[in-house]
């Protein structure tokens, strides 16, 4: 049996930020992680974020990471309606404090995460993001001898 830790990974998107202007993810390579969920986290943005002040999350996926196309409903799963790529809106006080989770349930290789204002924000949102990537039950040998290395390392 496989610990938990052994079975997912972690990668940082937007280390703790002010959002203000747009900003994208560097692109994320599923390579041999069968499932992807995103965590967006934001901080105290009520009063900010209004029907006029608004912060939309795109994501973009594809085979190619230099010619990516918006999701579709298909592709993800959140409570929010995914329309043009775009999978997540806070567009009011009540989405403040809060941490949201997007699984995407596609198949592409590639993806991108999009941050993009709307309005004129005087503050900015706070936020962070985080991908994480799961069922790595495909990794390739050498990413096991590597997690093993790094068990030995601690066991020492």
């Known amino acids: 049996m496989r610990d938990l830790v052994d079975s997912f990974k972690v990668k940082s998107l937007v280390m703790p930020t002010i959002v203000k202007e747009p900003i994208e993810t560097e692109v994320i390579y599923r390579d041999c992680y069968d499932s992807l969920a995103f965590i967006i986290s934001v901080g105290d943005a009520s009063k900010e974020l209004s029907q006029e002040k608004q912060l939309e999350f795109v994501l973009t996926h594809g085979e190619d990471p230099d010619n990516l196309q918006p999701v579709t409903v298909h592709d993800i799963i959140s409570d929010n309606i995914c329309e043009n790529g775009v999978v997540l809106t806070l567009n009011d006080a009540r989405h403040a404090k809060k941490s949201y989770r997007l ?32 069922d790595g039950h495909n990794m390739p040998p050498e990413s096991f001898a590597d997690s093993f290395a790094d068990l030995n390392e601690r066991l020492l």
């Open 103 to 134: 699984g995407y349930v596609g198949e592409a290789s590639y993806l991108k995460l999009q941050a993009q204002p709307k309005g004129k924000f005087a503050n900015g949102v706070p936020l962070c993001c985080v991908a994480l990537l799961g």
